[in-house]
Structures are given as C-alpha cells and as structure tokens.
C-alpha cells in the first residue's frame, strides 16, 4: 500500500489540529484563557469567582474574631466574678450584735407600768437596745 505525501500532509495536520485544540482552548472569541483559568469560562469569571471565595473567608475570619472577642470577654467576666466572690468567702463575717437580756428580776415587756402598778412596786426599764424589761 502506496501512502502519498498529499494524505500523510493531511493526516499531520490534522493531528497538530487536534492537539493543538486541546492543548490551548480557545473561547468563542477567539481569547485563550491566561494564567490560572479555568477551561471554557470567559476570561476573567474565575477571577469574579475567586474574589467572591475570597470575601467569604474573609467575612468569616472576621465573624471568628468576633465570636474569639465574646468568649474572652465572657471568660474575663467570669474570672472576675469568681475573684469577687472569692474575696467575699475568705472576709470575716461581723459578730452578729450582742442580744440583750434582761436584768435578774426583770422579764421583756413592751407594756409599761402603769401608775397604779407603780405604786404597787412595779418598776419598768428601758435597755440601749430598745428592749423593755418590767419587774413586777
């Protein structure tokens, strides 16, 4: 079998095309993509993409930050309030004031005595405290 040079032409340059096409796609413009882009796409929609990929994270680092910002905030307000109340533990607390008693003789009356009673011997006393105390 006889091959020409005019079909091994035609079959070369078919195969330059073929790979040529896959190897350096081109848009329906005529553009090859740069650096970076994907396949088929305009030129320039990764770049929107990935700027929009870009945004996202950086929103989300920031709303991290944030949420980082109330934990620490939260953690401080508690390490205070367990300091506060550690200081309100180890505080003495006041000996409740002495109770008053009556005098020996004496038992705690709010009724004064009246004059009758007085002379009669009744005696009422009033203690600094406000007690009243009544022998009677």
């Known amino acids: 079998m006889k ?3 005019f079909s091994t032409v035609i079959f070369t340059l078919s195969l330059l095309a073929l790979t040529s096409c896959a190897t350096f796609p081109y848009d ?3 553009n090859s993509p740069g650096y970076g ?5 305009p030129y320039g929609q990764d770049d929107y993409y990935n700027e929009q990929e870009r945004r996202r994270l950086r929103d989300e680092r920031r709303e991290l930050e944030r949420e980082r910002d109330r934990a620490e905030d939260e953690r401080r307000r508690l390490e205070e309030e367990r300091r506060r109340l550690e200081e309100a533990q180890s505080r003495p607390t006041p000996p409740p004031p002495p109770r008053e008693y009556c005098p020996s003789g004496f038992r705690p009356s709010e009724q004064r005595c009246s004059s009758a009673e007085k002379k009669r011997g009744c005696r009422d006393i009033r203690l600094p405290g406000g007690l009243g105390c009544v022998s009677r």
Do not use: A
């Not at 882009?37 to 796409?41: C, L, T």
């Open 3 to 5: 091959i020409s040079v």
């Open 28 to 30: 329906g413009n005529g």
């Open 37 to 41: 882009q994907g396949y088929g796409q």
